[in-house]
């Protein structure tokens, strides 16, 4: 076979590959440098937007203890508490009041990236330019749960009779069961206020004050004693796929009857692959924003973390990227200006 480069041509080729390679460790090792210098001394706020205790919280107050260590500098870490709208009022703080320097990061509900596309007036921001940072799960299959003493609790029930659905707010569980309402004549009554998320909603549906959810997560409803004493039934799988555990249980996707229907599934329960999504407001330099990519991915490998978070989190690290995250924002913005406006109906 013929010589295809001289064998100047490939000293010369080395010597370019490697005069890159030191160029892109220096660049690394400058941007480190100045993120050590600036993040020395200082503490970073992670804002989540429900109150201390449920799931959105404990992941953030995991993800605190031990993120700074990878960020150059070793910031304290903290977590802040600012419940409201959904989620709307931490978004709002976040991307509007906060600093912009890189010490500030959010934490909200999962449709909130959705809350200006579907025209929700008090939603000043633009997740389109969010500094996403990424996220560590993916939703593990979240379920209209319902106790089984509900009015309904089968498909051909839920549209004949009413049944009460707690949310905090304009949440996941607002949004899927106003989304069952829409497309599939479900007669589900939302009642929100439990700004506490999770854990305040269960405590709910235990008391009696509601009779489900419709965005609770499968592996911690199987795990829950109301479950395996069989007073708590799944009646819907809010997902676009079947859960193998689920079996004779319908997904929502298996109920759309039509084409447009199915892109709606697809944009509203599109999120649940980067559920708990972290991100900063717009503006912060981007030597900061690369330094805290750079600490959460190195956080996702950091054994002791991996072994907490799995234990709060039974599905485990499911990894999504920034430009994952930001795909996703960007092709439901992309979609028709008739199907946006029949998801405005119900979110």
Not at 42 to 59: A, E, F, L
Not at 115 to 125: C, Q, T
Not at 271 to 283: D, E, I, W
């Given at each position: ?21 030191i ?5 690394g090792?400058a ?17 989540v ?17 031990y993120m700074?260590?990878?960020?150059p ?18 978004a ?17 509900a ?8 579907l025209?929700?007036k008090?939603?000043r921001f ?13 939703r593990a ?38 989304l ?9 009554k ?16 235990e008391r ?19 479950f ?6 799944v ?15 319908p ?5 759309a ?11 509203v ?5 980067f ?19 750079a600490?959460?991915l ?44 029949r998801a405005?109906?119900?979110m």
């Amino acid at each position: 076979m013929p010589r295809i480069f001289s064998r100047a041509s490939e000293i010369a080729l080395s010597f370019l590959i490697s005069a890159a390679a030191i160029a892109a460790h220096n660049v690394g090792s400058a941007i480190a440098q100045d993120a050590g210098a600036f993040y020395k001394g200082q503490s970073i706020s992670i804002v989540v937007g429900y109150t201390p205790g449920g799931g959105y919280d404990q992941t953030a107050r995991i993800l605190v203890r031990y993120m700074g260590k990878h960020i150059p500098g070793a910031p304290a870490m903290i977590v802040r508490n600012m419940p409201g709208a959904g989620t709307v009022v931490a978004a709002n703080h976040v991307n509007n009041a906060a600093p912009k320097d890189g010490t500030v990061i959010g934490l909200y509900a999962d449709l909130l990236p959705l809350a200006p596309l579907l025209g929700v007036k008090e939603a000043r921001f633009d997740p389109r330019k969010f500094g996403w940072i990424g996220s560590m799960a993916a939703r593990a299959t979240p379920v209209l749960v319902l106790r089984s003493d509900s009015p309904a609790t089968t498909v051909d029930e839920l549209r004949k009779r009413e049944v009460l659905i707690g949310a905090s707010g304009p949440d996941a569980s607002t949004s899927y069961a106003l989304l069952l309402n829409e497309l599939f004549g479900f007669r589900l009554k939302v009642l929100s206020g439990y700004r506490g998320g999770t854990a305040e909603i269960e405590l709910a549906v235990e008391r009696g004050e509601v009779h489900g959810r419709a965005s609770a997560e499968w592996t911690r409803v199987k795990a829950m004693d109301a479950f395996q004493k069989k007073d708590l039934v799944v009646a819907v799988q809010m997902s676009l796929e079947s859960n193998p555990e689920l079996v004779g249980i319908p997904t929502a996707y298996d109920l759309a009857v039509n084409a447009d229907d199915r892109q709606i599934l697809e944009m509203v329960l599109g999120t649940n692959r980067f559920f708990r999504a972290f991100s900063t407001a717009a503006g912060v330099p981007e030597y900061r924003l690369t330094a805290l990519r750079a600490a959460f991915l190195a956080t996702k490998d950091d054994a002791d973390f991996k072994a907490e978070f799995l234990k709060a989190y039974e599905p485990g690290i499911r990894y999504s990227s920034p430009e994952d995250i930001l795909a996703f924002v960007e092709r439901s913005y992309n979609l028709s200006p008739a199907t946006i406006g029949r998801a405005k109906k119900f979110m």
